[in-house]
């Protein structure tokens, strides 16, 4: 079988269609955006299961495949053990949060910050919570270019340049569609992202000459669940970081805000929590099984790309790109669009301008979002240049350090009656210092003794995996404390009081299903642009086959791209024809 080896012009030819389809239909909804609750929760009138599929593919990205490829393709299945460490987190979700996220009847996750304590604290965290988001946002995107770059063999240009076209790209995507194109597009992404790993998983198998020869050469150890430097008090620092992050994180808890009712939002997250259950084995296989077939790579962060170029045809390595653009743009696309929505109406309309009109608000949405993005941008940028430190590793001191001090106050304010918006604060603050001390103390430690490590094991594993670890545990409680401890020393007054009861009065009102009348005035039938979208890009894909007439000597590469295309061609038709409401 003829595999693709590096980007051919048939795979530029899928990639640009892919980015014309996607923002073309970002623009469709951009002349549709009426109110700021279309542009930032698509009106309130998006289906359970679709809303579900845009927050799993919001919480994916091309990191996502860099990170988890990795210990895939290092550690075995431990992989996915750890991703699935957030399935018990959102049936907790599903349970508590998802609920009371949608009680608050909020345009912004943030926004019920005020209701429940006071301006003061809505603006800290608003603000403090931010750089967390731009931090993590600048690594997908610096993921997604390194998939690119490095991984894909893009040797035209360099990466800061595949740095700036896909943050400029991103920038378009959220700019035009707001929350309502995100969710719809996240949809068709899914099924790009799905249709590229379900043909990579196969060929895998066929190129290794089987399952049992995968078995018979696999690394030793490579099927126990605590493989690697994971251990239990890693498997349990996790658990609590997902149950921090996936429940307070601003583009996945909006979410719950598009959907009609507090029902549908536990729907949204139960219907995850089976999605990152059987994602990551659909994922993440193939990773494993490049251990295998590609036993001498000299960097696994790239074992996702390596294993697509060996047994991927040209035109298919094309969508595979494709895929993970559309990983990477879900997740971003949401974050921009919850960023974006911070500044709108957490300081536009609430500090600037409150008698601001509605096409003002998505004219300053749409500005912000560049904004955002061009900060994202120039901290990839800044990550590109970086020395000795992965992206695994970043990523978890960044949270570690910084996620317990913005967000627990947040779920603190949601679920206990008791604490009030000086017990917030003190948490805030002791949380952030408690958090950035360690990262500075730790990056001291590892530099001083970093001559060590090869011959210390022990020493290497408390001063990476252990340390943090720990040191999430150890912020959750210091902020957790001083959230108590605040409440209890700085008592509320008359006036707070009777503003956290009115709160919690509003929040055992349920919400029941939205009416016609006060839905978005956007009438967009959902499942005809995914059909249409899905369509035009199987169309696409069978366009290159039958090309490949002409320019291919391989029968299995020509048939495989036009079965492809046929297939979402004729499933977008299927999508078009279903009726939606």
């Known amino acids: 079988m003829d595999t693709a080896t590096a980007l051919q012009s048939f795979d530029y030819v899928i990639i640009a269609g892919y980015f014309a389809i996607v923002l073309g239909t970002s623009y469709y909804f951009s002349r549709r955006m009426k109110l700021t609750k279309d542009f930032f929760t698509a009106g309130g009138n998006i289906s359970w299961w679709l809303s579900g599929i845009s927050f799993f593919m919001a919480s994916f990205s091309a990191l996502t495949f860099v990170m988890y490829a990795e210990l895939s393709y290092k550690y075995g299945i431990i992989s996915i053990l750890l991703y699935q460490v957030t399935v018990p987190s959102l049936i907790i979700a599903g349970i508590w949060f998802a609920k009371k996220w949608r009680r608050t009847r909020i345009l912004t996750p943030v926004e019920f910050l005020e209701k ?7 603006q800290a965290l608003a603000w403090t919570g931010i750089p967390l988001r731009i931090v993590d946002d600048a690594l997908k995107i610096f993921s997604t270019a390194i998939f690119l770059y490095a991984g894909m063999k893009l040797s035209i240009i360099n990466l800061p340049v595949a740095i700036g076209i896909i943050g400029l790209i ?5 700019f035009m569609g707001g929350q309502w194109g995100v969710i719809i597009i996240d949809f068709v992404q899914f099924i790009i992202l799905l249709t590229c790993v379900l043909l990579l998983l196969p060929l895998t198998i066929i190129k290794i000459g089987g399952i049992s020869a995968f078995f018979e050469q696999a690394p030793e150890n490579f099927f126990q669940p605590q493989n690697g430097p994971y ?7 996790f658990l609590i970081l997902f149950i921090v992050a996936l429940n307070s994180t601003w583009s996945l808890v909006q979410k719950y805000n598009c959907v ?19 994602g990551p084995i659909i994922f993440f ?16 962060k790239y074992s996702y790309a390596e294993l697509a170029f060996t047994v991927f045809p040209t035109g298919l390595m094309g969508m595979m790109v494709a895929g993970m653009f559309s990983a990477t743009l879900s997740t971003m696309g949401s974050e921009f669009n919850v960023l974006a929505g911070i500044i709108t109406n957490d300081f536009y309309k609430r500090i600037l301008k409150p008698k601001a009109t509605e096409n003002e608000l998505i004219v300053v949405g749409r500005i912000s979002t560049i904004i955002i993005g061009v900060m994202i941008m120039i901290i990839a940028f800044l990550v590109s240049i970086l020395q000795g430190y992965n992206l695994f590793d970043i990523m978890i001191k960044a949270f570690g350090a910084l996620l317990p001090a913005t967000a627990l106050p947040i779920l603190g304010g949601l679920l206990w009656k008791k604490i009030n918006a000086r017990g917030a604060l003190t948490g805030l603050i002791a949380g952030a210092i408690s958090g950035i001390s360690l990262v500075i103390i730790n990056l001291i430690l590892v530099q001083r003794f970093s001559d060590q490590f090869a011959s210390n094991p022990d020493l290497e594993y408390w001063l990476k995996q252990g340390w943090d670890a720990c040191s999430i545990l150890f912020n959750v409680a210091v902020t957790l404390a001083a959230m108590y401890f605040g409440t209890k020393i700085f008592k509320s007054s008359a006036a707070d009081l009777q503003k956290i009861q009115t709160f919690y009065k509003n929040l ?15 009438k967009i039938s959902n499942f005809k642009i995914i059909g249409i979208m899905t369509a035009l890009f199987g169309a696409l894909i069978l366009m290159v086959g039958l090309s490949l007439l002409i320019f291919s000597k391989s029968t299995w590469v020509i048939v495989l791209n036009s079965g492809v295309g046929a297939f979402l061609i004729i499933l977008g038709f299927v999508l078009s024809k279903i009726s939606q409401k």
Do not use: C, H
């Open 170 to 174: 991103t920038i378009l995507y959220s």
């Open 116 to 122: 429940r304590y006071n301006l003061f604290m809505r």
């Open 231 to 237: 251990g239990g008090i890693n498997i349990l620092a």
């Open 285 to 300: 296989i193939p990773a494993i099984l490049a251990r295998v077939l590609l036993p001498e790579l000299s960097n696994p």
């Open 260 to 278: 009609k009712d507090e029902k549908e939002a536990q729907k949204v997250a139960w219907f995850v929590a089976i999605l990152n259950f059987v």
């Open 508 to 522: 055992d009102k349920p919400v029941e299903a939205v009416t016609e009348d006060k839905m978005s005035t956007a």
